[in-house]
């Protein structure tokens, strides 16, 4: 398999449909098609391929900084910065990455509870 041959990889090629919310040249931002919340959007890095938190190098840092002012810039353009959202980042099966291309949950949209869930 192609290092960028996850799910991930082919809606940064558009070679599957995604609803697309956030775009920039570094970030790919869209809807989770399995939501846990009323707003789900993951952020990805569309131009360098990390599989999971842990196989991340010091020189990455600026990238996955950019993947959480990404989902910030989101959060305060669909104005939930006000009430709050939730920015998660699985690593490794056991806490729930099911695609190895790091990314980012943003959850808003409704009280979360402990874990993640809508209340």
């Not at 995604?18 to 131009?47: C, M, R, S, W």
């Not at 990455?60 to 709050?84: C, H, M, P, S, T």
């Not at 806490?95 to 409704?110: C, D, K, M, R, Y």
Request: aromatic letters at 8%; proline letters at 5%.
């Amino acid at each position: 398999m192609n290092e960028n041959d996850t799910i991930f990889g082919k809606i940064i090629r558009r070679e599957i449909p995604a609803t697309i919310v956030y775009e920039d040249d570094d970030v790919l931002g869209f809807k989770d098609i399995a939501p846990q919340a009323p707003v789900h959007v993951l952020f990805i890095p569309k131009n360098t391929h990390i599989a999971t938190l842990d196989d991340a190098k010091a020189g990455d840092a600026e990238l996955i900084g950019k993947l959480v002012l990404a989902a910030a810039e989101y959060a305060r353009r669909e104005g939930f910065e006000q009430n709050g959202y939730r920015v998660v980042m699985n690593c490794r099966g056991d806490a729930g990455q099911t695609v190895f291309h790091i990314h980012l949950h943003l959850l808003a949209g409704a009280p979360l509870g402990r874990f993640g869930t809508p209340m």
